[in-house]
């Protein structure tokens, strides 16, 4: 058991190294040595859990999508909220993430598969607004799959303007203003009415996952 | 005289091999000897036009905000609508449009200005709303600068998205989609019900540009 929380320790110290590499330098400018020197492994090690930079790179652009799970909220569009102000937040500070986001709008001149991570964000936004649908929370003249595809493109490039312009401090708020003109045309007036669309809440959300998953982790 | 027109086909044929170069290479990989190969100029002809590769990829970057003209419409908010199905058909073929788009958005290694495009779209954006709220057509609520900012980072990721997925085959319907979700937040309501929102809308507009731009050409 030590030794398989040795491993998977292991995997996410090169998985981050990667990541902040892949952020830094692109994915055709990327280069193993870097991610061996940042991550402070051997190379048996690094070869050990990936095959190659392009498996670093598909496993950075798959985790970034399982790696947000928020709390559950009586209305499931505050769930939606909420996944995309806490990415928003870690857009910020989390490796895994800002690696991700590079890798999956960079237009590359080499055949990483892109279109996984634009794939799995739209099946994941499908799948709540699906789920707000069947509990009404919806209105009707939504079409699920453009919306999601819709949000998905939208926080994209809103992430990267942020990007560009301001190092990102400022994309909470600009994902506000996104759900802001958006959102009235997918909830139901008494779910809109009830939304917490405030950006501050992607910070707080993020420390009370990271506190819960402190206890799960200490926990017998 | 005919020199001139002459210098101005030269520049603009220099800076649509550029922009076809940066769209298949990037930034970082462009070479100035394969844009001196797809235009068929002398490399002193080029460095007549432009001092660096730095200098090329500035003047794609500036040549696409000034290249859109639409015709002036009764309601400017239509005119913004056809600006961007415009601007989304020309993605597809245009190749200082694609050039630019790549530039705009990769978050290359180098120290090119990228900020200057979408600052530049958002203040094109800006006007025409700014105009559009001045002739009433607005929404009170709408804070106009995040409202351009909004649509300027939402089009970059959406183009970006049918760019992965479709080779932008789908990003005339993307953007009406994107219209549909926002103009209901922007717009009057006696506004909204007469914006023409049809996805085929950009190409016919585009000819329709194109065959005026011919009668210009040839007006004595």
């Given amino acids: 058991m030590v030794q398989q929380d040795r491993a998977i320790r292991t995997r996410r110290l090169i998985l981050e190294a990667a990541a902040s590499v892949f952020d830094d330098r692109g994915y055709d400018r990327a280069t193993i040595a870097e991610v061996l020197e940042r991550a402070g492994v051997t190379k048996g090690a690094l070869y050990f859990h990936f095959a190659s930079k392009e498996a670093l790179a598909l496993a950075v652009l798959d985790e970034h999508v399982l790696d947000i799970a928020v709390e559950p909220q009586p209305i499931k569009l505050q769930e939606f909220v909420d996944v995309t102000q806490v990415l928003s937040h870690r857009l910020c500070s989390d490796p895994i993430q ?15 598969d892109r279109k996984r991570s634009m794939i ?43 990007q560009t312009l301001a190092n990102r401090t400022d994309l909470n708020r600009r994902v506000t203003v996104l759900h802001q003109h958006t959102l009235p045309c997918i909830a139901v007036p008494a779910i809109l009415a009830k939304l917490d669309l405030d950006p501050e809440r992607g910070e707080a959300l993020d420390a009370a996952i990271k506190a819960g998953a402190l206890v799960d982790a200490t926990a017998p």
């Fill in 120 to 162: 799995s964000w739209t099946q994941f936004v499908e799948g709540v607004l699906g789920e707000a649908r069947d509990r009404g929370e919806v209105l009707k003249s939504v079409v699920i799959r453009e919306t999601a595809e819709l949000y998905v493109g939208a926080f994209a490039g809103i992430q990267l303007m942020s």
């Fill in 98 to 112: 800002r690696g991700a986001a590079r890798l999956a709008v960079e237009q590359g001149s080499n055949h990483l």
